[in-house]
């Protein structure tokens, strides 16, 4: 659903499940006068392996609710202590600051831009960041910084010493999401566990398929009838990390690999472009390897 | 989501739009011990036309409440009174009471017959009626209700004498849907009204495109890319009434009027499916001539 | 499919279908040395209203032909005399000239220049054309020629003397084809009649549903539960030209009229520049209102 | 595209590529009076490790060849033979002689009883076979020889014994496919060897995910967003066999494994009906691990 142009305030959580949980926590909104624009919940009920798992989020009229936005947060905090939640309370004109990674293929970008331009993604994009500098022109003209960042395996300190330049560029950028859009390196696993559930990547195939280097190729080898990309948030293993949304389009026997790569580009643009959608307006939980997306 | 096991009681509501809402409502489950398996919530936001809307269903552990059933909904009753709200609580093992009815096209009712012995809809079937005798001995062998009622123009007392013969079946059966599962009769309007919202069509196009008959063909001549199925409820206006569910399927040059028949079936049963689905677990709420569908 | 790197001469032919016709002209490539690469056929078949009809594409290895563009084209002529044929051949390289029109929502214009960049369409385009200055830096930005004319009912002339601006650049331009990209003004019958076939629109909804102006606040008002979009050619008759291509998406209960319009976007961009791409390589045949399309 | 009513002739052909090998081809039926009606070519390109590839399937109106079905073979023999081609020429009448196998899940073969029943898949089933008893009542209901055999990893020559009886039943059948609906059992890969190309399975996920047991289950615990079905043939490698066709749905966090098996239901059936369809159409070539498929 689409934000309303009033101001809102997000309140997002996860805890274990209890009986009242949702009575505690709307009844504290309410208290405060808050009007509920949104609410999404869910529980993903105990089984063997897990307690069961309480989700929600709440859009609320931030014009309504009788505390400001530290105050709210102050005066929750003890509640989700109790309830042992993870959680946040943000104001949703409070724009993520999202970097974006880029090698050489820059239709992930270029897509990610447009939305950014028409105002479908709001975020700002303090870092654009590269291993190429093709794009460098693109970007500055677009007035946003561009940076850099050779990763050679043959330079001194080797892909290390680039990485280390790249986290550099990351922490200066204050950043709360980093978007791997078609970033052709693997990040290193320190890097990947200084931001869990913040580094999210298109991947060109419809995940668990094809892990790793030249899905497309490996998908016409297979014969499959669909391809597809999945968006999914980066996590020391490579392509193993929590799914957030997948496209898929149909394939025929005379689609060459070629082909493949351009049906492929709409998949990975949508895709990509609303996983960073639902993660920007805090609409997604992660749960061990699993998610929960309240979409819109 | 698939309803667990165990015994379930489901509240859904739609009321006026007011600060504290959901706690107030989710406030009366806790009181009662209710443990609560699904939440959904809508809010349909005030226009210029129409105040804010509130709806929400809410899947509650019948074991889990301290009152029971009609206990529960004495207890509900003033607070809804309060709200204005349209509601009914209902035990998830009381199972609808769902009338099919047919004409010489049996896709839509062998599909529903299909879903239904294997548990996928969960649902009685008191009556399966039909203007014409050839699904008599299918539906016998099942040991369900057949009743044939000719619909004939020419016949003493006209068209409306059968139709009063529909109307008596249907009283009779003490139904709680009608499923028009490809039944080429039009209802009059008299009996339309005497179940609102509980009239179930699917229509062989993607409404509003080809309205009435033969849309196949028209869809044909009008050379579309995309052919679909509707499932909407009746209302007197032919296949205007609040639509429920959508299917499509992407159709070709080399696609005759015999084809788009053939691809449709596969529509008109996949979106009638989830029709029926969503309205015996309590799904679907009517607003005007759009519907609220928590979807599962 | 991809068109091969090597050079291709497309040959496109639609004439009354009947015995032995793919051989003669397959023989006829033969002859000449054609090596083909990609073969289409589809003969629609006699119905009451119409004869049987013809259709076929070839795509021939340039070099493996003893003649040349111009001579083939002679040689063919008698043949295609004969046969009573429509029918083209074109060097795959000689780019088509594309105009593109735009107003002020510049989602497909965008697009269409994206993927022209990355060589997913391969066109020239001599002439954006607007009747709003907006888009001139951008336009001016890639080294393409702006044209505004302003389309004002209450300037001297009318609308009139607008288009008749708009039919001198169009004249100038020498195009094969003109892209209303989200072009918001209804061409004048005679402009549309000079360029049969070869005006394409993309219409925000899936035609034939909600022809003309506002198709999504028509679609949510309706309630669908599919919005989507839909490429075709102009004819004198509004939006009721040939279909090329259509595309749609899923909507919910909590889409507002201005999520429908952020959705239907990514419809409009695919559908229309599915469209584009399949008429610059000569895999759109029209008949009647309907067209053959030869996908790749 | 729907066979037509009239009588056709099928010509199935691949070869390697050569010029002129449609003309060749092509003549031969014109010279023989053969009226076209549907024309499907594929030319697979050479690439570095294999050479290029003619496919071919013509649908030929029977009544318009000068030869019968029996010297229309001897005819064309000598020019496959020169073509080095895998080839057949079949009367569309002469229905198909298919199997089907099937475990305790009957959805698959419910779902081809009915597209059976209503003319939708135009073949003979000459054996239905299951290693339980449950759905013999079913079969023999509607005329069909259901034969039972048990495969008993304990019983007196385990598991191989069961197939020796499973090799009699389909030798005995004379069958030209075999359908696995959902059998749950290995074939052994002497009897994988002895109908290649021939024994069509649906597995239950978007291969190659989740190969082998349980992928419903293992999608779930994946957190994939799409679930599917794959129709292909098998080889003595499990899943591993040319796919047919496949088929997807979107899934949210809030579906449950019990909810992926019955949207998954819907996604078996209908990518197990389009394989078989095309497969006793003629409209499936296989090359390699891949497969051609002529749509209709």
């Given at each position: 659903m689409m934000l309303p142009a009033m101001s809102t305030t997000i309140l997002k959580l996860a805890c274990p499940d209890r009986v009242g949980l949702l009575a505690r926590i709307t009844n504290f909104v309410a208290e405060r006068g808050g009007n509920l624009l949104e609410v999404n919940q869910f529980t993903d009920p105990a089984s063997e392996t897990s307690p069961g798992w309480f989700f929600t989020r709440l859009?609320?009229?931030t014009d309504s609710l009788s505390s400001d936005l530290e105050t709210l947060r102050a005066e929750f905090a003890p509640l989700a202590t109790e309830l042992q939640a993870d959680w946040t309370i943000r104001d949703a004109r409070q724009k993520m600051r999202v970097a974006i990674f880029?090698?050489?293929?820059?239709?992930?970008?270029?897509?990610?831009?447009?939305?950014?331009?028409?105002?479908?993604?709001?975020?700002?994009?303090?870092?654009?960041?590269?291993?190429h500098e093709q794009f460098r022109p693109i970007i500055e003209r677009e007035g946003l910084p561009f940076v850099h960042v050779p990763i050679d395996p043959t330079a001194d300190g080797g892909k290390a010493a680039g990485f280390a330049k790249v986290e550099s560029a990351v922490a200066a950028a204050h950043v709360d999401l980093i978007v791997l859009a078609r970033y052709m390196q693997i990040l290193p696993p320190d890097l990947c566990a200084q931001y869990p559930g913040r580094i999210m990547n298109i991947h060109h195939s419809f995940l668990p398929s094809f892990?790793?280097?030249?899905?497309?190729?490996?998908?016409?080898?297979?014969?499959?009838?669909?391809?597809?990309?999945?968006?999914h948030y980066v996590t020391s293993e490579l392509d193993a990390g929590p799914i957030i949304d997948q496209e898929v389009v149909r394939v025929e026997h005379y689609h060459q690999p070629e082909d493949l790569l351009r049906l492929g580009r709409d998949c990975e643009r949508l895709a990509l472009a609303r996983g960073v959608r639902a993660h920007i307006h805090d609409r997604v939980l992660i749960h061990g390897n699993r998610t929960v997306v309240f979409r819109d």
């Open positions: 859009a609320i009229a880029v090698s050489r293929l820059g239709h992930c970008l270029a897509d990610l831009l447009w939305r950014w331009h028409s105002g479908e993604l709001e975020m700002d994009i303090p870092l654009v960041l590269s291993n892990v790793g280097a030249n899905p497309y190729k490996k998908a016409y080898q297979r014969g499959v009838k669909l391809i597809g990309a999945t968006c």
